[in-house]
């Protein structure tokens, strides 16, 4: 590979025109070509940046001059696009959640794998800035030892719509598609052993949306998690209590709380003050409310920071710089893995009112 990394992307709706922005932006990447859906999103995307544009996937992860993919696809056509790039031997970046099955995602690591390319899982919260400093912190135990989490993702939807992402079948229902709690709360505790789910539907446009899970963690460690849009009072948090102190991560906020016995410390969630007063006016906007960004907007601006963060890792990787060990699950599929392990055992607790092991390698 040159020193260029000419990228792929699939899917031109929100997430993956702002990443061909991103990765057209960044010395070292350029975006080549991109492919949409149906619309001519694809058409649109190429015209502002001027590349490429192919009718189908197949089209574009042929292309010689394309040495990477950005999965940015749809949740439940994630794994055909992950599978047919490697294939024709692109490396991959592949949006949340990686596929909507456990054993999906094992054949996608394991076809990567087989075909001598790399896998990066786009879990963006890894790349925030206070979510990393509190990864340093707890390691060197400034909390003591994490024994019970708590994380809320909750808020009202108004009825439902025509996109995908308002079919759970699509998008693998709330815990898939939100999947970054799971994964943010598993990066802290550990990957959980298993997991009991108690759920109600309160629509029928949106499935099972009052979602409330327990977790138990390695060293007896537990967890709470409520997730759904049937809360007229939501919320967005994580809470993780140790033995010497304790995090609130205040996401409305944007702020992020440390306490000891020596004091309190805050800092923002993404440690841009523009960022962090982005995220605020965003949740007041939203007044409670579940909503789903459509293809035509921008993701918001407290996500563009870390979405180039992300691409330069990404970029790094490709160039054979080492991964720094704060990344590695994010390239070795256990960030992925975890993730959607506990998230398909948990529907599996919820059929069967039991509490289900999580599968781990």
């Keep these: 590979m040159t020193s260029i990394v000419n990228i792929g992307i699939i899917g031109c709706g929100n997430f993956g025109a ?32 001027g590349c490429g544009y192919e009718m189908d ?46 054993s999906d995602c094992d054949e996608m690591l394991e076809e990567c794998e087989k075909a001598s390319v790399r896998f990066m899982a786009g879990h963006i919260m890894h790349f925030m800035d206070g979510i990393r400093r509190v990864k340093q912190l707890i390691s ?24 995908w992402k308002h079919r759970p079948e ?23 052993q298993e997991v009991y789910l108690a759920g109600a539907s309160q629509s029928q446009e949106s499935g099972q949306d009052v979602l409330l899970l327990t977790l138990k ?28 102190g304790a995090v609130l991560f205040d996401f409305k906020r944007s702020e992020i709380v ?16 523009e960022e962090d007063e982005a995220r605020v006016q965003g949740y007041l906007a939203m007044e409670g409310k579940v909503a789903f960004t459509t293809a035509s907007e921008r993701p918001p601006l407290f ?11 990404f970029r790094d990787c490709l160039l054979g710089k080492p ?21 398909e055992a948990a529907m599996s607790s919820l059929a069967h009112q039991e509490w289900v092991q999580i599968q781990t390698k």
């Design 18 to 49: 702002e990443l061909a922005r991103i990765v057209d932006s960044i010395e070292g990447m350029r975006t080549a070509s991109v492919v949409g859906g149906q619309d001519d999103s694809a058409q649109r995307l190429a015209g502002e940046l």
């Design 170 to 192: 699509l998008t693998g229902g709330y815990l898939f598609h939100y999947i970054h709690e799971l994964d943010l709360v598993q990066a802290y505790m550990g990957p959980a």
């Design 217 to 244: 963690f390695p060293g007896q460690a537990l967890g709470t998690m409520q997730y759904g849009s049937a809360f007229r009072w939501g919320g967005h948090s994580l809470k993780i209590n140790g033995t010497e």
């Design 57 to 102: 996937v197949r089209s574009l992860v042929s292309r010689s001059d394309i040495d990477a993919v950005i999965v940015a696809s749809p949740n439940f056509l994630h794994k055909e696009h992950v599978l047919m790039a490697a294939q024709y031997g692109k490396h991959v970046f592949c949006e949340k959640p990686a596929s909507l099955s456990l």
């Design 140 to 163: 060197a135990g400034s909390i003591g030892k994490p024994i019970a989490v708590h994380a809320e993702r909750t808020g009202w939807m108004e009825g439902g719509g025509d996109s």
């Design 303 to 313: 996500l563009r920071g870390p979405l180039r963060l992300e691409m330069e890792c």
């Design 323 to 343: 991964v720094p060990q704060e990344f590695a699950s994010l390239f070795d599929g256990s960030s992925a893995r975890s993730s959607i392990a506990t998230a």
């Design 258 to 273: 440390i306490r000891r016995p020596d004091g309190t410390e805050r800092f923002g969630m993404n440690g841009c003050a």
